[in-house]
Structure formats: C-alpha cells, structure tokens
C-alpha cells in the first residue's frame, strides 16, 4: 500500500520502489511510531476531530500491532514502503476504515520527525548510562592506583611524574563532558513535530500539547515549517558521538602503547585480548584497536549528515531520509565501542612496577629540582638555567638526578645542599602536588570520590 496512490495512474518501477524504500531501516523506529500514533488517535478523540469509537479502536489496534511485533508474531514485509505505511496498512487490515482515520491531521513529514526524536531521545539514555559505566570503573580504578607513580607524558617523552589513577581521571572529565553534551542535546531534540503536518500546520483544530505531554515531551516545535525541516538535533547527536569517539581513540591509543612490550605498563585479560593465526606468542590489543578504527566511521556519519542537510531548501525533501542510516550507524557504533571497551577496561592488569621504572628515568623530576633552587632563593629562570645543565651533566655521566653526587650539583651552584635529594625523591614529588586537580595521592582520591558523587546525580 502506498499513503500518496490517487494521483498517479502508472504502478510504481520496481527499481523505483527499492531505491525509494525506507523500511529495512527506519522499522527500528516500530515502537516510537506505534507510541506516536497512540498519542496522536488519542488527541483526536478527545478534540472530536474523530468519533471517541474510531479512537479508541485505533489505540487498541495499535497495541495489538506492537504486541505482536514485539513477540516476532508480526513480520515486516517486502512491499510497505516505511514504517508509517506498514503500520497505518496493518491497522486498516485489521480494523477497517477506521484505521484510514489514524492519518486525519498529519503528515508524514511530521510523523518521522517526531518519531526519530523518541527513537533518538530512547538511544541518549541509554548512552549516558553506557558512558556512565565506564565512568564508573575509571573512579574505582583510579581509587585502586592513586598512589602508582609514572611518568606523565607532553610530546609522547616523559616530563613529569603523576599517579596512573590520576591518568585515568583525566578520561573520566572527557566521558564526563560526552554525558553532558548528550544530555543536552536530549533536551533540545524532547519537542513534537505533530501539528507541523506537511509543513503549514493544519486547519484541524489540534491539541499539540496534549501530544507533547502524552509522549512525556518538553513542549511543542514553534514554526510548523521548521517542525518537519529540523534536523539540528540529528547533527548535534552525531557531533556529540564523534567527540565521544575522539576521547575513546584517544584513550584506545593508550592502551595499545602500554600493552606494548616497550612499555609494559598493562596486560588485557585475554577474555579482551586476539592472537595472531602465525605468530604463536602474540597477544593482540584489538578491542582498542577496533575502537581507535572505528572512530573514522562515526566521523564519516558526522559529515554525511552535515553534507545531507546543508543545501536544503524549505521545507520536507527526500534527501533528508538520508539522516537515519547516518545517525543509527553511529549510535550503533559507539554503542558497541562503549560495550566493548568498558569490560576490556575493568579487567586490565596493571604492571605497577614497570610504571616506576619508567618513571626514574627521563629527568621528570627536573622541575621540581628547579623549584627547590627557587625555595633556596634563587629565580626561577636561573633556577630552570642550573638545572637544565644538571641534565646535560647526567647525561653525560649516564646517571640520574637522583644518583648525581651532591659536588657536581655544587659545580653547577653552589645553594645545593643535601636537601635537593628529598626534594627529587619521585614519590615526595608526586605526594606534593596537592593542587586542586593534581596528581597527589590525596587529591586524586577525592577527585575519585567527588566522581562517584556526580555520577549519582545524573
């Protein structure tokens, strides 16, 4: 059955209709679409646009239809053209003409307009709980290695010392910002279409509100004609994934270089981990990976939207049909990310010795031998000049600052003392960094804590 038969006289091309169909995608959309136009029969009812009977046979005959769909007694078929067809043909098949009344005051335009807005709305929640989970196993992991000193990196080369749960935090603010960020979007996209009709509203005199409300929407789109053309809230939601993508490669690249036998800082449990089909010892941090590839492809989504939207006239156009495989691709995508990364997360081992190892090479207590010089009351920018030539000095001598002896600190300036030992030591460093926000064992516990906090707030 096709909604727009009365004008044409030729049966549709075939290659036409597949090329034209939208059901193998948008009938994930079942359930938004049947709840929609439960909302929408029910509001014409209580306004008499149509008979209280007609109302509630449709009502009834849509639950009946989504029972169904959902026990898998219902199949989609081959022909309808979208979900609305296939559910408006149904109801009609199974309850007559009142079921042609379903359509009264309405348009397609504004029907998958509100639709991909339940759906998308449905989808944010259960994003912000993925990314809150992750979160979650962050906060404990950070708990668990604040006090595992490392080597903090700028340029990918060692610079200062830091906890590895105080590394860890750091992805937990950018999942942090991703909830938020989706969050809002939520917001903005929680407003029905229904009442926009095609794009001029309708002379039928509707309750919109009441729709909104039904559907546990924020309230009602203002201009009928950016009701059915809007599709910010599309582009925002793919915006927000790729960004959640960027801090999920970023945090994927990571751990493939501390899986690395250069760095040895983790080993993922092998429930998380491949091998390779020649090489019998390999242990192969695909899931991070994949993660880090996959990202590419929910940026690809991101610009296809943009593309897709960006010379569109006023109002409805076919091309924006386009907008739903994007954004179901990349929610699918980061879903399955999210589903995968978390777990591989949680179960890492992590090689605390190595991470001190590593930590007493490289000069990262460097700064802190600077701000001691400063302590003794020399400017810092003198106190950066003798210390940067401590380094050249240990470089030469193959030492560290740690085991230069203290007359080669005295070459260089006389203020040192025993005390710059103390000063260095990599823990004491570490410990000192009490800043709001930084590294010290204390402070990278409360940030853990107030973590867990917010988390139970959202």
């Known amino acids: 059955m096709k909604l727009w038969t009365g004008r044409f006289k030729k049966e549709l091309d075939p290659r036409t209709n597949d090329f034209n169909r939208s ?16 909302a929408h029969a029910e509001m014409l009812g209580e306004c008499e646009i149509i008979t209280k009977e007609d109302s509630l046979k449709i009502v009834e005959g849509l639950k009946g239809i989504l029972a ?15 979900i609305h067809t296939f559910t408006e043909g149904e109801l009609t098949k199974r309850i007559g003409d009142a079921g042609k009344r379903l359509h009264t005051a309405r348009s397609r335009n504004d029907q998958v307009a509100l639709d991909i807005r339940l759906y998308l709305r449905d989808e944010c929640d259960t994003l912000v709980e993925m990314l809150k989970e992750l979160v979650g196993v962050i906060a404990e992991k950070a708990e668990q290695y604040s006090e595992t000193v490392m080597p903090g990196y700028t340029h990918l080369q060692r610079a200062q010392p830091i906890v590895f749960g105080h590394q860890l935090l750091a992805y937990a603010e950018m999942a942090m910002r991703d909830i938020d960020r989706i969050g809002d979007c939520k917001k903005r996209m929680n407003v029905s279409p229904l009442g926009s009709c095609a794009l001029a509203g309708t002379t039928y005199p509707l309750n919109r509100q009441s729709v909104a409300e039904k559907l546990n929407m924020l309230g009602v789109t ?8 809007d599709r910010d809230f599309v582009l925002e939601l793919a915006s927000a994934l790729s ?10 690249e990571e751990v493939i270089l501390w899986c690395s036998g250069e760095f040895k800082f983790i080993e993922l449990d092998d429930a998380f981990s491949t091998g390779s089909s020649i090489m019998p010892q390999k242990k192969n941090p695909d899931i991070a990976e994949l993660v880090r590839g996959k990202s590419g492809r929910v940026f690809g989504d991101n610009m296809a939207l943009l593309t897709a939207m960006k010379g569109i006239p006023l109002a409805y156009n076919k091309d924006m049909q386009e907008d739903k495989e994007a954004i179901f691709d990349a929610v699918d ?31 990262i207590n460097a700064t802190d031998c600077a701000d001691w010089l ?5 400017p810092f920018r003198d106190a950066y000049k003798a210390t940067g030539e401590l380094v050249a000095r240990c470089i030469e001598l193959n030492t560290s600052l740690e085991d230069l002896p203290l007359d080669e600190y005295k070459k260089v300036c006389e203020r040192f003392n025993d005390g710059v030992y103390i000063a260095i030591d990599l823990e004491k460093c570490v410990r000192d960094r009490t800043v709001y926000g930084g590294p010290a064992p204390s402070e990278v516990k409360r940030q853990a804590a107030e973590l867990k906090l917010r988390l139970a707030e959202i």
């Open 23 to 38: 059901l193998p995608f948008d009938s994930r959309m079942y359930r938004q679409d049947i709840m929609g136009s439960i």
């Open 68 to 82: 169904d769909i959902e026990s898998g007694k219902l199949q989609f078929d081959d022909v309808s053209e979208d």
């Open 222 to 229: 203002r201009n009928s004609l950016d009701g059915v053309s």
């Open 243 to 252: 960004i959640v993508m960027v801090h999920l490669s970023r945090f994927a």
């Open 333 to 363: 995508t980061v879903e399955k990310c999210l589903s995968a990364f978390t777990p591989m997360l949680d179960t890492m081992r992590v090689n605390a010795a190595n991470m001190r190892k590593a930590a007493s090479f490289g000069f």
């Open 374 to 378: 400063v302590g003794e009351g020399l």
